[in-house]
């Protein structure tokens, strides 16, 4: 097959090496910063007659950062989804990180075929067992501390929660993870975690060495942060903007990071193949190809 | 609190107990057989007069077995749901594992406000988990090998496969687990385990020594039953029919075991105790009680 | 090779068993109960001529319960250690599981070369995994409560403590070792375990809902099992007379195991492979032979 | 107590900073470019009067590295072992990391008590744990594959890869231990792990992505790196020389590490209150102290 891989970070790289080595044709463009094998040739231009012909066209994760353009970092210059989307041919296929209403109704415009591989259970399930080794490489880098004894607390037990419990458990970690509702408090306890209730975390919080954030909403909030002890290390892993009142954290001099696209930078090689399995996946499922 | 407790197993007489020693007033219906506190009343007849003041009825897990019928493998004689919503009064609360058409049909005629505790993820939760131990201690005893080094296939990646994998991981087990689609073979990936797509189990099987079904559905067809070692143990956990060709099975010599309401033998306190948790959260959220 | 098998339980059995099939001749004595393969042949007596060209003799585990005697338990009769190395040449190998002074004199007198097993760590490893999954299973069946979540306390930090503590972890038990050295305190602390000092146990012991002995001496004395909890379950599995004060236990109403030889019991297949495996790397290492 | 603490790294630091918030007299010396509480003195000079009255005097770890000096890289100049000892009275107490003939010589004729507390088992432990976790720190950093599903080979089957392997099984790498003896390879099969025979490695080692020595001889010879695939990554823990040919590695374009004193890098905290404890531990046992 012919695939045309656009933008991106390291992970967008690595992807077309490993579409390469799977046997197909690979055409790289907006990524002229990128290393990538001599057989994937880089296209300094978007055009038609480069593009038209792919079985698939691939967009970075996020395929976007600021409306309208293709999130292309490593790129010599800036370019508009829309030029991506005009060089395709109707019907054709395209598989991106992340889509909004703008990139779909662009596409729907185009008669372009769009999937979002950002919700494919299979790739979701690799991106948090990535995310999650690299906290874990934060931690041990940020902390003084052995991980081993530290008192730990997750907040969420959603994909990530039930990456980081285990893996922190190893180490010898004493780990809390919170939620809200009853049966995610029941499989926490059935994992072997100390049980928290999301929304009384009042007068607990001052147990903790680290706090870890995955909840997507304003968990971590003044008064909260109140309670922590001064030493304590505060990462904030959910999406912009976070769980945690940062510009509080300030003030009370708590160290803080909202660390984020942590597969693309602790496992760029890992990240991209679980890109590649889940377009594989779309083009078998939904458009009979692959 | 009063609570009138009604049939079940062992279970039923241990949540009885349980719940006196929460400071409740405890009263057992249909249970002549169990062992019971003394500060827990049995009452010889289904009245009114006894039931009618209770703020919870709990009938036991699962509720009804014969159609029409209190399950109450413990009481002097049988007896119908029909009695038991009978003595309640309009608006009263009925708590029961497990219901169906017939009986919420029932209580809606009687004005009774039945609610379902195995619908609780919280119950769920704890029942997988008492459920893997009790399959653990099958397995330990039926198998003249060590679980450790055994090569085990575990059929299913629901809740009852999320507490086996992990647990026969520990023994030193060389854990296999079959799902079918992409996101929970990525997940089985990423706790560590083998993945098997269970519609492409053809020629896998032989290298198993020890098979556990979860997925309720003829998974383990004659066809497949014969790919199997002579020497393999088949256990099925599912709810009846179950997953398992056991006519085949049978003709085939593999011994196969159909194991039920494990949580009820193995672990009755762990499980009663789980029961009268969903019912306080059914109380409390539902209800507005406790 | 040519194997003689003498005495024991199931275990031997199924060594002998093994050892046919991995193509050696093998002849068992004083095992009339037990259930062999076609191809190895039982001798009903212990003669000079069956046994005096085998490569290697050997003895049950224990070799010996009864000062002087073969512990053969499915034997129809009484044997003699005497009787069996009397019908060897000298210079002839006999591998035995636990020898005495009594059994090495009688070796030396009959110029046998005794070799004790049950010294070689692969074995003992193998036995400790082993006793390890039986201890489990009794516990399993002897608990109306689950592992899981429950306290348990195992004194001693061998190899049976090595075995026992991540296994019950993850069940979910709250796992506490107790040792006597500053050196196991740590490699306790340093698996994720509770450490307790075995010398200050007073005070510590009603927190627990299952102690497991491993250590040979008195430690759980009368007056540190008043400290129990009554129902409490006690689990003794260091060789006789164990650490547990069974006649105070009894008086108090304790419940109370010592549990013996469950590798024989609990997994007798995978017990006969590690005296395999131990008698091969014997007469490879210490003989030349295998 | 009085303490006078001399030399060393980061780790030392905390160590002073530590007795002194368990309540003792810290006297620091030769760390002048140490950050140290207010409540810790340092001196500029090693005099008698400043170093007579401590009840310990503790040197750093290691306590030499280059002969007859001490370790003392915080240091505003160079300082001789025998100045410390020079400035202690006959029979007081010093406590040092790894000691050699020199200054064990040397302390004699000062009639100085001199201990090692790295032939502490609790020190050594704890040190492991540290050191495992700055190893896969440094695995987290160096591949950009993650280390879930990472095939890795670790050379050892001693305190670090003890400490080492489950951690790593943990993250779902997939590890192997090697070692010499038949004992060791069944701990390691107990464990769950792939067992290896050190002895026999050849054409076993192209199938790793991450190789970690622990051995301190050398056990990766040139003819074994050849094997490698060119991407792999070897680390070595073992103390100098090593167990690398680094020069042939070199050679052969693969990447590796000499990763030494990693407690003191990733977890100095940690390490500090390990050699605190192992210190307090000798004064009970050794001298009657503390």
Redesign the interface.
């Known amino acids: 097959m012919i695939f045309a891989v656009f933008g991106g970070d390291k992970r967008q790289a690595?992807l077309a090496a490993q579409l390469k080595s799977d046997g197909h044709t690979v055409r790289a463009f907006a990524m002229e910063g990128a290393e990538l094998p001599a057989e994937v040739i880089h296209f300094s231009e978007i055009t038609r007659g480069a593009v038209s012909d792919a079985d698939c066209v691939i967009l970075p994760l996020p395929a976007s950062v600021k409306r309208g353009y293709l999130n292309a970092p490593m790129a010599a210059e800036d370019h508009c989804i829309g030029e991506v989307f005009g060089a395709m041919l109707p019907g054709q296929i395209a598989c991106a990180g992340i889509t909004n209403d703008y990139m779909r109704s662009l596409a729907e415009l185009q008669c372009v075929q769009l999937f979002d591989y950002y919700t494919?259970?299979?790739?979701?399930?690799?991106n948090?067992?990535?995310t999650a080794?690299?906290a874990?490489?934060i931690l041990?880098?940020e902390?003084?501390?052995?991980?081993?004894?530290s008192r730990i607390l997750i907040l969420g037990w959603g994909r990530l929660g039930h990456?980081l419990a285990?893996?922190l458990?190893?180490?010898?970690a004493r780990v809390s993870v919170s939620a809200r509702?009853?049966?995610?408090?029941?499989?926490i306890?059935?994992?072997?975690f100390e049980p928290l209730d999301t929304r009384r975390l009042e007068s607990r919080l001052g147990g903790f060495d680290i706090l870890i954030n995955t909840i997507p909403s304003l968990v971590l909030t003044a008064d909260r942060l109140r309670e922590l002890r001064p030493s304590a290390l505060v990462i904030d892993l959910a999406s912009k903007p976070g769980g945690v009142d940062f510009e509080a954290a300030k003030e009370l001099g708590l160290k803080t990071m909202h660390a984020l696209s942590l597969p693309g930078i602790?496992?760029?090689?890992?990240a991209a193949a679980?890109i590649k399995?889940a377009v594989y996946?779309i083009l078998e499922e939904d458009t009979g190809k692959g």
Chains 1, 2, 3, 4 share one sequence.
């Open positions: 690595r494919r259970e299979e790739l979701l399930a690799i948090a067992v990535a080794e690299g874990i490489g041990l880098q902390t003084d501390a052995a991980l081993w004894q990456a285990p893996r458990q190893a180490f010898g509702n009853p049966g995610d408090i029941a499989w306890s059935a994992g072997g602790w496992a760029p090689e890992t679980a399995e996946n």
